[in-house]
């Protein structure tokens, strides 16, 4: 039997070189594969304890069980969630900081003012969360039961009654000016840095009526120090079967439902956002996660990042026709 002939000094160097161009080809799909290397961020934009982060640490503590990661929860208030879309749309782009955005972030407020951050170009979306119809609620000595009777209060005492918002462009701004549009309602805005003051104001009396979310406002109606006249939804919810739809109260064309969902930088590579995605709808399908955010008034709701970035662009232009119609300003 013939010795196997090894290659000459100047093919193995050849080879050599060529194992080394293959390695180094291959570094970045390795670091791909890897994800995530370290701990990851997600960046709520709002204070804790409030509704859009008890939902991001349901979510966050199965994702990092999911993907052998710590998932820590940061906050960044303020601007209407603008400081912490700003953040994350100038992090790098790698999968290791993300966004719990929601309908504020990504659709009413770019829709009412120009941002530094752009909802579209400068995002990923991975997918969507949940979501939680508007609930209509008013402070309980305000004396009415019903849709129809708090309308013609308003009307026979124009300046007797105020609104509560989280701030201009946000949810509960954009459902009231949609309430008074449709309805003739007669009620000055009072803007609030947050949803949590603009609640406690109404709970005081100090304003007299709000358009939180069912998840946010749910746990104050049934403590009594809020009434819930109607729902913003298309239909009812099995946590109020009592309370009626703004539709079937006689108010047509006033139908918010917030929606919750998680963005990663513009530009994130497609494998690290399908694994995000992988991760969250699997989150999702965990039968305690989805109690422990359903049972405080949102139903979960997951996507794949296509059908997110199409709720965008529709959620944009849906909110600048708004905008337009009310003549609403961030002033």
């Given at each position: 039997m013939n010795p196997r002939k090894l290659p000459s000094p100047s093919r193995r160097h050849t080879l050599a070189m060529a194992l080394a161009l293959a390695t180094l080809a291959g570094a970045p799909l390795a670091a791909h594969a890897a994800f995530p290397e370290r701990?990851?961020?997600?960046?709520?934009?709002?204070?804790?304890?409030?509704?859009?982060?008890?939902?991001?640490?349901?979510?966050?503590?199965?994702?990092?069980?999911?993907?052998g990661q710590s998932v820590i929860v940061e906050n960044k208030a303020g601007a209407n969630g603008a400081i912490a879309a700003e953040f994350v749309a100038r992090a790098t782009p790698d999968g290791h900081t993300l966004l719990f955005g929601y309908i504020g972030t990504h659709g009413m407020s770019p829709a009412l003012q120009k941002l530094r951050y752009d909802p579209v170009t400068q995002f990923e979306p991975i997918g969507m969360v949940c979501y939680s119809p508007t609930l209509m609620v008013i402070n309980p000595k305000v004396p009415a039961k019903t849709v129809a009777e708090f309308v013609a209060l308003t009307k026979a005492s124009p300046t007797s009654y105020n609104y509560a918002s989280a701030g201009n462009g946000t949810a509960p701004h954009f459902s009231a000016e949609m309430f008074k549009l449709e309805s003739g309602a007669q009620m000055a805005h009072v803007p609030y840095r947050g949803s949590a003051p603009a609640m406690n104001d109404t709970m005081a009396n100090q304003t007299q009526v709000m358009f939180p979310s069912l998840f946010s406002a749910s746990s104050h109606v049934k403590n009594g120090k809020l009434r819930a006249l109607a729902l913003a939804g298309p239909k009812r919810s099995s946590l109020m079967p009592d309370v009626p739809t703004l539709e079937e109260a006689g108010i047509k064309g006033v139908e918010i439902t917030q929606w919750y969902a998680l963005f990663a930088p513009g530009k994130t590579p497609k494998a690290v956002v399908d694994q995000l995605n992988k991760a969250l709808n699997t989150a999702l399908a965990d039968k305690d996660v989805a109690r422990r955010i359903e049972e405080q008034g949102a139903v979960v709701d997951s996507s794949t990042p296509e059908a997110l970035a199409q709720t965008v662009r529709q959620e944009l232009a849906k909110w600048r026709g708004v905008v337009q119609k009310a003549q609403l300003t961030a002033d």
């Amino acid at each position: 039997m013939n010795p196997r002939k090894l290659p000459s000094p100047s093919r193995r160097h050849t080879l050599a070189m060529a194992l080394a161009l293959a390695t180094l080809a291959g570094a970045p799909l390795a670091a791909h594969a890897a994800f995530p290397e370290r701990s990851i961020t997600l960046v709520v934009p709002t204070a804790a304890g409030g509704g859009n982060d008890g939902m991001a640490r349901v979510v966050a503590q199965k994702m990092s069980q999911l993907l052998g990661q710590s998932v820590i929860v940061e906050n960044k208030a303020g601007a209407n969630g603008a400081i912490a879309a700003e953040f994350v749309a100038r992090a790098t782009p790698d999968g290791h900081t993300l966004l719990f955005g929601y309908i504020g972030t990504h659709g009413m407020s770019p829709a009412l003012q120009k941002l530094r951050y752009d909802p579209v170009t400068q995002f990923e979306p991975i997918g969507m969360v949940c979501y939680s119809p508007t609930l209509m609620v008013i402070n309980p000595k305000v004396p009415a039961k019903t849709v129809a009777e708090f309308v013609a209060l308003t009307k026979a005492s124009p300046t007797s009654y105020n609104y509560a918002s989280a701030g201009n462009g946000t949810a509960p701004h954009f459902s009231a000016e949609m309430f008074k549009l449709e309805s003739g309602a007669q009620m000055a805005h009072v803007p609030y840095r947050g949803s949590a003051p603009a609640m406690n104001d109404t709970m005081a009396n100090q304003t007299q009526v709000m358009f939180p979310s069912l998840f946010s406002a749910s746990s104050h109606v049934k403590n009594g120090k809020l009434r819930a006249l109607a729902l913003a939804g298309p239909k009812r919810s099995s946590l109020m079967p009592d309370v009626p739809t703004l539709e079937e109260a006689g108010i047509k064309g006033v139908e918010i439902t917030q929606w919750y969902a998680l963005f990663a930088p513009g530009k994130t590579p497609k494998a690290v956002v399908d694994q995000l995605n992988k991760a969250l709808n699997t989150a999702l399908a965990d039968k305690d996660v989805a109690r422990r955010i359903e049972e405080q008034g949102a139903v979960v709701d997951s996507s794949t990042p296509e059908a997110l970035a199409q709720t965008v662009r529709q959620e944009l232009a849906k909110w600048r026709g708004v905008v337009q119609k009310a003549q609403l300003t961030a002033d």
